[in-house]
């Protein structure tokens, strides 16, 4: 079936500095990569590279087509992304000095600025069997939901950056919340456990990842793979995207864990998000 993703698009502006600057002061740079980012574009390339036909929602400012090429590259269908002239493409800028601390600043722009009407034309053929994957970086997120939910479909939702209020808003039309041990622990201090959800997705970095099936009470546990991480940025989104694309292909709670866990161990291994994820055949590989 299909993966629709509404999902941010970020440009991930990487610099690396010897100290990080204090207020008032001025550093060079040692080094500078620029890639593609976002938890949304990140998920949909993860689900993608995972072999799942993925449909992207989201907005662009009309510079930086590299982006959307990127993203097609990875097999992601992107006719669904609004190009708007009034706000820039989303970016961070991330500093990250020699004792690798980092200091980020976003700047959403094109992805708090997303038409109701448009996503509802793009959701027009969801139905019973798709998935709908959502992160807390756009806007429309409740609305969304709605609609899929309506629909029949499966609706993930990573509450990530994690704030309450979007979560509530999301809640009654979400199927799986997928969140990482933190985002888990704020909302279970701000809901408790007793969610109105088929599913909790819950990551514990390198301590491995659990699904809790809340309709049968049965929890999946499954452990980090032992690699070497030089960048974790998007451990968390590779996992959610693959573990999304393993729900969609029909696999059972258990085997979307051990791939999506392969999946993340790999793709920490390498520099960079969104560039960084693997695709099925190395994570079978991996597996062997
Ligand atoms: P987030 O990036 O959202 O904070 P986590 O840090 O929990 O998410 O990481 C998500 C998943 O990525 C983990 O469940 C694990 O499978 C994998 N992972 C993260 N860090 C490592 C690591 N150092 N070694 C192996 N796997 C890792």
């Excluded at 090429?69 to 991330?94: D, F, K, Y």
């Excluded at 109105?196 to 809340?214: K, M, N, Q």
């Amino acid at each position: 079936m299909t993966i629709y993703n509404l999902g941010s698009i970020n440009i991930d502006h990487v610099y690396r500095l010897p100290t990080l600057p204090q207020p008032g002061e001025t550093i060079a740079s040692l080094a500078y990569t620029r890639g593609l980012g976002g938890k949304g574009a990140n998920q949909s390339v993860a689900a993608a590279r995972a072999g799942a036909e993925v449909i992207h929602l989201g907005a662009m400012g009309t510079e930086d087509d590299w982006v959307e090429e990127r993203l097609t590259a990875a097999r992601v269908q992107t006719a669904t992304i609004a190009r708007l002239s009034n706000e820039p493409t989303g970016h961070a800028i991330i500093l990250v000095d020699e004792a690798a601390e980092n200091s980020i600043i976003i700047h959403p722009g094109a992805n708090r600025a997303l038409q109701e009407k448009a996503l509802a034309q793009a959701l027009k053929s969801i139905g019973a069997g798709d998935t709908l994957m959502m992160q807390n970086e756009t806007n429309q997120q409740a609305e969304t939901a709605a609609l899929a939910k309506a629909a029949g479909a499966r609706v993930i939702y990573s509450a990530a950056p994690f704030q309450i209020e979007p979560l509530r808003a999301v809640l009654p039309h979400a199927s799986i919340l997928a969140l990482n041990a933190l985002e888990a622990r704020a909302l279970f201090a701000e809901a408790g456990e007793d969610l109105p959800v088929e599913g909790l997705l819950i990551t514990h970095g390198s301590d491995g990842a659990e699904y809790r099936d809340l309709k049968t009470g049965q929890t999946h546990r499954q452990a980090a793979f032992r690699v070497k991480a030089v960048d974790t940025t998007g451990a968390g989104d590779c996992f959610a995207g693959w573990f999304a694309a393993g729900l969609d292909r029909g696999e059972d709670p258990a085997t979307a864990l051990r791939h999506a866990a392969a999946a993340a161990a790999l793709q920490v291994t390498r520099h960079g998000a969104g560039d960084a994820m693997p695709d099925r055949a190395e994570v079978l590989e991996f597996l062997r």
